[in-house]
């Protein structure tokens, strides 16, 4: 069972920057696709990116290509969601999540496909 901590969600202004984490208990989550999802209040849970367990395949969700960056460190089991020009609609709870399947395998955008999330990190992003 691999359990998953995001942290680094808070409160910044419009156009700020923004490195979200995403730690993970065993190594075995080396192996794994991780994906990023954002839940804003009242709305659908959403993609936003994923990234492969070699990190060479990465995949983001149109409405923050462009502005965010995923990337993942193996040897701290942690990955990485950087996010630049950030606007009041990013406003949303963060979740990591991941699955232990090759890419092209599953549909990685899908939230249902994964078997691993974390808890959430707030990120509130002002005007």
């Known amino acids: 069972q691999v359990q998953l901590v995001e942290s680094g969600g808070r409160l910044v202004q419009a156009g700020d920057s923004l490195r979200l984490s995403c730690v993970a208990s065993e190594r075995t989550f080396n192996n794994y696709i991780v994906g990023w999802f954002r839940q804003a209040p009242g709305k659908e849970r959403e993609f936003v990116g994923a990234?492969?367990?070699?990190?060479?395949?990465?995949d983001y969700a149109d409405s923050v290509k462009g502005r965010v960056g995923i990337s993942r460190d193996n040897g701290k089991n942690t990955v990485y969601l950087l996010m630049n020009m950030l606007k009041p609609e990013d406003s949303a709870v963060y979740y990591c999540?991941?699955?232990?399947?090759?890419?092209?395998?599953?549909?990685?955008?899908?939230?249902?496909?994964?078997?691993?999330w974390g808890q959430g990190t707030q990120v509130t992003v002002s005007s």
């Open positions: 990234i492969s367990w070699t990190g060479l395949r990465r």
């Open positions: 999540a991941a699955m232990n399947t090759d890419w092209g395998q599953a549909d990685h955008r899908v939230p249902y496909t994964y078997n691993f």
